[in-house]
């Protein structure tokens, strides 16, 4: 069973930066495609980021490219999501998610999800 842990949210103004963390089961990070995601009140959850499980090749939602960047470290089963410049749109829980197929940007295709840690940006 793949378990997933994030961490690394909080309160921070806008301008400024966070880096969350997620913590996989052994091996998941090696072996699956990894995503972020983010719910903010009232909304869909939708897609942050992801990276290929092979080439390390990365994607982006249109909202964060040029801010967010994605990255894993295999040997410490974790995928980082470094997040600059940071805007009060970006306020949300933002989940860590596991691929058994591909590198998918769409929330359904993704086979196993973290808790969420809260990210809040004020103005």
């Known amino acids: 069973q793949v378990q997933l842990v994030e961490s690394g949210g909080g309160l921070v103004q806008a301008g400024g930066s966070l880096r969350l963390s997620c913590a996989a089961s052994?091996?998941?990070?090696?072996?699956?495609?990894m995503g972020w995601f983010r719910q903010a009140p009232g909304k869909e959850r939708e897609f942050v980021a992801a990276i290929n499980r092979y080439d390390g090749i990365t994607y982006y939602a249109d909202s964060v490219k040029g801010r967010f960047t994605i990255s894993r470290n295999n040997g410490k089963n974790t995928v980082y999501l470094q997040m600059n410049s940071l805007k009060p749109e970006d306020t949300a829980i933002y989940y860590c998610?596991?691929?058994?197929?591909?590198?998918?940007?769409?929330?359904?295709?993704?086979?196993?999800w973290g808790q969420g840690t809260q990210v809040t940006v004020s103005s």
């Open positions: 052994e091996g998941t990070v090696r072996h699956y495609g």
């Open positions: 998610a596991a691929a058994r197929v591909g590198t998918p940007q769409g929330r359904y295709e993704y086979d196993y």
